[in-house]
């Protein structure tokens, strides 16, 4: 069994779907922190079967949690201070995401005006939905 030691300062970000951990890595760009970054891919897991991990020896505040709340609102995020847990963070999804998603839309504003920034609004909660602001074109998740 492979054993991955406690970091002393960080956060964890745990519970995330097997095999997505590299999207996360990089959506996070996590690769651009002067820090130690460990990937546990496909972790065994009692409530979820198989799971990924990334552990982080930075400050949490380096990343831009609303871009995980979009990803996965279900992801946990562990406040590690003297390797211990001493905080969580809830994710939620964001009202408002900026420079995250693309609208699609071929005649939406966006398209045109290529410095606009990337504006989408949380209109259903319950169904995720995501429009654009200019447009309202309904975002689609891939997954």
Do not use: W
């Not at 002393?8 to 996360?24: K, Q, R, S, W």
């Not at 065994?44 to 400050?59: Q, T, Y």
């Not at 609102?73 to 905080?87: A, F, L, Q, S, Y």
């Not at 839309?105 to 429009?131: G, V």
């Amino acid at each position: 069994m492979l054993n991955v030691g406690k970091i002393n300062e960080g956060f964890v970000l745990d519970h995330i779907p097997a095999g997505t951990c590299m999207d996360i890595y990089r959506d996070l760009k996590l690769d651009k922190l002067d820090c130690c970054v460990a990937i546990i891919k496909n972790a065994r897991s009692n409530k979820m079967g198989k799971k990924d991990i990334i552990k982080v020896e930075a400050s949490v505040d380096l990343v831009d949690l609303n871009i995980l709340g979009f990803i996965n609102h279900n992801i946990t995020v562990n406040i590690i201070k003297d390797g211990e847990i001493v905080d969580k963070k809830e994710l939620r999804l964001p009202k408002k995401i900026v420079n995250i998603i693309h609208c699609k839309n071929p005649r939406c504003i966006t398209s045109i005006e290529q410095e606009l920034k990337q504006i989408f609004i949380l209109t259903d909660e319950k169904k995720e939905i995501y429009r654009c602001k200019y447009c309202e074109e309904k975002y689609k998740r891939i997954n």
